[in-house]
């Protein structure tokens, strides 16, 4: 049985907004290149995916050592977001292979993401944070329409990667299926955390180190 809830944060507020349109315009530039390949999708995707939660969760610790203060579990958080999402990636590695073209595609858009990242999370946490919230979204939908295809017959319900198996102690006949599942509910875990992180900074109700 899966925990999973599709929800939509409505945006009102300016950076809520702004964090919206940032989601739609990156979502909008993968989907020319991997409108409904959605292994390729997945692959590109992961690697943008694990890229904030290791800024984050850096940038926190170096607050914290600077102003001497307690994080409240927020950098373990921030950092197991960035694992769960590497760990994602390594999943999706066995299912679609990446060719040199994707491997360069990957590499620029992490030196690009990487500055915009760690920019808008000095400027704006709460933006950064919302911004998180709004791909994770965007990431349930994806693997929602993948489950679909997978549904449907259009993609082969093939067995489980070995690493997938290992990493969420499945059977060892499970399927992609229940691979994809069990993602779809870590994505939708870091979906309502990053929203309420980015609440925190809206209602200053923030660990020590953050104030
Ligand atoms: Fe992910
Ligand atoms: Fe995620």
């Known amino acids: 049985m899966s925990n999973f809830e599709a929800v939509h944060q ?6 809520e907004y702004i964090a919206y349109n940032i989601t739609q315009i990156l979502k909008f530039m993968l989907n020319i290149f991997y409108g ?8 590109i995707l992961e690697t943008i995916a694990a890229v904030p939660g290791m800024v984050a969760g850096m940038l926190n610790h170096l607050k914290a050592l600077r102003r001497l203060r307690d994080d409240e579990g927020w950098i373990r958080e921030l950092l197991d977001e960035a694992e769960n999402e590497r760990m994602h990636l390594m999943i999706f590695l066995e299912v679609a292979k990446p060719t040199w073209v994707e491997r360069t595609l990957v590499l620029l858009g992490q030196g690009a993401f990487l ?16 911004v ?7 990431a349930c939908k994806s693997y929602t329409e993948f489950l679909e295809k997978i549904e449907n ?3 082969e319900n093939v067995a489980a990667p070995a690493i997938a198996i290992s990493y969420y102690k499945l059977a060892e006949d499970a ?8 993602i779809r509910e870590d994505e939708a875990k870091h979906r ?20």
């Open 115 to 130: 500055v915009v990242y760690t920019l808008l999370y000095i400027l704006s946490s709460k933006t950064a944070h919302r």
């Open 192 to 211: 309502d955390r990053n929203h309420e992180f980015a609440d925190a900074f809206e209602n200053n109700d923030l660990p020590s180190h953050q104030q």
């Open 36 to 43: 409904t390949k959605y292994a390729k999708r997945a692959v």
């Open 132 to 138: 998180v919230g709004y791909f994770e979204e965007e």
């Open 10 to 15: 409505t945006p009102s507020k300016t950076s």
């Open 175 to 182: 399927r992609l299926m229940d691979v994809i599942l069990l």
């Open 153 to 155: 017959g259009e993609v």
